[in-house]
């Protein structure tokens, strides 16, 4: 049986010259991407903005769209959201958040059963008071700044910090450009916004390490190569893996997408935006091409390690 | 890398086998669960999401937590100086203290040493921090009583810890199965019942203080005439719950209160056939009661919830027997929670309900459907396409996967840990990871043939230059799920989970099993090519 092979064996891109054309495109889309920022804004879920949400489904048929607004506008609950979901009679009702403290929420789903009635099924309620939702939200900013403090000072120790720092620039950029992805496309960001904005950091990490790993062991191993060539010779030797492991997460999000069912489905969109694109071509074009100006060289590791510089050096050249 | 002891060996498939069967009691049906010896009867919890349920999260008020206790000070205050029959005037609660202005100027010595003993030590007498939860200050003749924020800190845990114990007592009256009370923070305690179809009825049982009181009906004057001028001292006005309310000009002077019940039942009222609840109280009660109905034998007193007048009835005659019923035009569920909520006691503090989460149990059993369809697609595909890359070699990173899932799963039941939709799609996930650190292998493994290394040489090789990086990798994901552990709730908290074993179980694999496993085929064919 002949095996597949994506990627052929000695592949040799110039990565690192690419930077002229990759690092222009990376500032022009961070910078659409922050104006959508601050231009559309995030669609924030209840979670995080407070309100009532809820998932009804009428049994065979018998959802009437216009009957449902005009029921729930003769609550005059304020800006209410009301939207039809697949096919199978299901509406999901939001309610944004009342003044009157955290009774008033309460009081919301008791409103909106008692017009809907009980014949139709009532299949999710949420109800976030605004105490809460404010709470969530800084945990949410917080937990996302602990974890990229807590991942720069594990890279700071185990590497050096020209490649904390390329790998932190890398990572903002993917934050940047998953949340101008959320804005242009108004995805629902809740906390498991959150979960996916942290596991594509996770993600995106993970693969600029795995080069960041060969670029410090091929630094220990040729002393004399001039860094651009080095550093293209890493990315190409990964280049067979970082595709491999990329096309089989894409398979596993893309299930996710496809047959994960709703409640998830804006964080699987989420991830496989940030993972797959985002993720991969910063880890290959931005974070690599980042240590040059960063001036790593080969002296950024000898100077630390004069005597053990390479401990399996003797095993490679024996 | 590729030598392993024959012990060695056997232990590892040990861990791996023993691990992953760990998932069978979450599998089995339940009498054959029940069957098992109890260090095996751990199963994996369905979150809420999957099996629908109500996430209810309550707080306590801080702000109400200090009424009460300037309430209380007051009140001690006053007893203080009555006893010690010291002259004062204009006692009362101003902002967050109590002032009093003692009348005569050589009182005020002994009254500030005497006001100063309310001030109480922070977690009992045997506290060893000395801090006091009242500060008693004074200027001139006037005294301050204030309480200290560390105290009104120290009372809010404490009306969490009492809430907690009554909540339990009440939800244990719904007869569902597996509720989960625990505290959350210092002011919030976290409710979830699993599989309610309507929570409303759970969040009026969580939402009432059911504080009950029997007092007298003033009937010196109407309740209007208190409404329009001012009602006389020691009295209040009080509604009734009808529609429209009904205004009772009640005492404040309590003849008996709710924590002299000693039972609460739902019946019906003989003669009209109505819901009724009948209680019985305590013999404390029981006296009081006795004693306050002889003396007002033709007056209306009123039995108060929660400052609603349920009813004022006319006492006809002393109630002696210790034992009354309430009839308040009830629905027979409305008895019922009333008579659930008088045994059950009255909560130290109002709670607020801040945040609600139900899920319907329809929608649950369509998520399950969902995330095991999606696991299955996702895994078949990756399966297919990692074998078609790797041929043999694939086969082995398929099969350590497969267990690898099995390890998370027999991990998550042995922590008794809740599986979550999140909770699956980091499963899903962690068969991505799983499969890059295979990758990350056979890749060097073939980069390290290509240099020229002998088959066996550059197998070697591969792992152990591989390794480091999955190491290091891994590490870092693994920072990332842990601060979404740390800072994440429900469901998120159930995606780190299973996202946080999974890249332990990762490592684990690729570091035992798979290199076991290659080193056996490695020792059986003993190639000559790497076949990859």
């Excluded at chain 1, 049986?1 to 690419?18: E, H, S, W």
């Excluded at chain 1, 009428?58 to 009957?67: C, E, R, W």
């Excluded at chain 2, 990350?440 to 073939?446: A, G, K, P, T």
């Amino acid at each position: 049986m002949r095996l597949l092979r994506i990627v052929p064996d000695d592949t040799n891109f110039d990565f690192i010259r690419f930077r002229r054309i990759s690092f222009p495109i990376s500032a022009l889309l961070s910078i659409v991407a922050l104006t959508a920022f601050l231009t559309l804004g995030l669609n924030f879920g209840i979670d995080f903005k407070g309100g009532t949400l809820l998932e009804v489904r009428y049994p065979n048929n018998s959802l009437n769209m216009a009957d449902v607004r005009s029921k729930l506008e003769a609550l005059d609950l304020g800006e209410v959201q009301i939207q039809e979901i697949g096919n199978d009679g299901e509406v999901l009702i939001r309610v944004a958040e009342q003044p009157g403290g955290e009774q008033a929420q309460q009081a919301v789903v008791g409103k909106v059963r008692g017009t809907l009635g009980d014949t139709v099924e009532y299949r999710r309620v949420e109800v976030v008071g605004p105490r809460v939702s404010q709470e969530l939200l800084s945990y949410g900013i917080v937990g996302l700044m602990l974890a990229v403090f807590c991942i720069l000072v594990y890279l700071w120790f185990r590497f050096e910090w020209q490649f904390a720092l390329g790998a932190s620039i890398a990572n903002f950029h993917d934050i940047v450009l998953t949340i101008g992805f959320m804005a242009i496309f108004q995805i629902d960001f809740d906390l498991t916004s959150v979960a996916a904005l942290l596991t594509i950091l996770g993600y995106s990490l993970n693969d600029t390490i795995v080069i960041y790993d060969r670029i410090r062991e091929m630094l220990r191993r040729y002393k004399k190569m001039p860094t651009e060539e080095l550093l293209n010779h890493s990315i190409n030797s990964t280049l067979s893996r970082s595709v491999i492991t990329h096309v089989t997460v894409t398979l596993a999000l893309l299930a996710l997408v496809l047959f994960g069912g709703r409640a998830i489905h804006s964080f699987s969109v989420t991830m496989l935006f940030g993972v797959v694109l985002v993720g991969t071509y910063t880890s290959i074009f931005i974070a690599s091409p980042l240590l040059i100006y960063l001036g790593v060289t080969t002296r950024t590791l000898v100077e630390k390690e004069p005597k053990t510089a390479n401990p399996r050096a003797e095993r490679i050249a024996p | 890398m590729l030598y392993f002891s024959k012990w060695k060996a056997i232990a590892i498939l040990a861990a791996c086998a023993i691990i992953g069967l760990m998932i069978v009691p979450s599998l089995i049906p339940s009498a054959a669960y029940d069957a098992l010896p109890s260090f095996l009867q751990r199963k994996i919890v369905l979150g809420l999401d999957l099996q629908g349920g109500s996430y209810i999260v309550l707080q306590v008020d801080q702000s109400e937590v200090r009424k009460a206790r300037l309430e209380q000070l007051r009140d001690d205050a006053r007893r203080v100086l009555r006893d010690d029959r010291i002259g004062y005037s204009g006692l009362g609660i101003q902002g967050d203290s109590v002032q009093v202005r003692i009348r005569e100027g050589q009182d005020a010595d002994g009254a500030y040493t005497k006001l100063r003993a309310l001030a109480q030590p922070i977690g009992g007498a045997l506290s060893a921090t000395g801090q006091l939860d009242t500060d008693v200050s004074r200027d001139g003749n006037v005294i301050t009583i204030t309480p200290t924020s560390t105290g009104i800190q120290a009372r809010t845990i404490q009306a969490v810890s009492q809430s907690i114990e009554i909540i339990r007592k009440r939800i244990d009256q719904l007869g569902t199965t597996e509720p989960s009370i625990q505290r959350q923070g210092s002011d919030r305690i976290q409710v979830q019942v699993p599989g309610l179809q309507d929570p409303s009825r759970l969040k009026a049982l969580l939402g009432q203080t059911a504080k009950l009181s029997f007092r007298l009906v003033d009937n010196t004057m109407s309740a209007q005439q208190a409404l329009q001028g001012r009602p006389p001292a020691g009295t209040q006005v009080l509604y009734s719950d009808a529609n429209p309310p009904v205004p009772y000009l009640i005492e404040d002077r309590v003849l008996v209160a709710g924590e002299d019940l000693t039972d609460a039942q739902p019946s019906f009222d003989p003669q009209t056939r109505e819901p009724v609840v009948t209680f019985r109280f305590n013999t404390n009660g029981a006296r009081r009661f006795a004693e306050a109905t002889q003396a007002n034998v033709g007056r209306p007193f009123a039995i108060i919830l929660d400052n609603k007048v349920i009813s004022a009835p006319v006492i006809r005659e002393p109630i002696l027997g210790g034992s009354g019923q309430i009839s308040g035009s009830f629905s027979v569920q409305e008895a019922n929670d009333l008579a659930i909520l008088l045994r059950a006691g009255a909560l130290p503090v109002p709670l607020q309900v801040v945040e609600e989460r139900t899920v319907g149990p329809g929608l649950g059993a369509d998520s399950i459907r969902a995330g095991i369809i999606a696991s299955i697609v996702g895994a078949t595909a990756v399966a297919v396409f990692m074998v078609a890359t790797y041929g043999v070699f694939g086969i082995v990173a398929v099969f350590a996967v497969a267990i690898n899932v099995a390890m998370i799963m027999g991990l998550l039941a042995m922590l008794g840990a809740t599986l979550t939709l999140p909770g699956i799609a980091g499963v899903v996930l962690t068969v991505g990871i799983a499969v890059d650190s295979n990758v990350l292998i056979y890749e060097r493994i073939r980069e390290e043939a290509r240099a020229g290394r002998s088959a066996i040489s550059a197998i070697d090789a591969g792992f152990s230059r591989a390794l480091a990086t999955i190491l290091d990798s891994n590490i870092t994901t693994f920072i990332a799920a842990a601060v979404l552990f740390y800072v994440g709730s429900g469901p998120v908290r159930g995606f780190a989970i299973t996202f946080g074993i999974g890249i332990m179980t990762t490592v684990f694999t690729a570091f035992t099993l798979t290199r076991l496993m290659v080193a056996m085929w490695v020792r059986w064919r003993r190639p000559q090519h790497v076949p990859i």
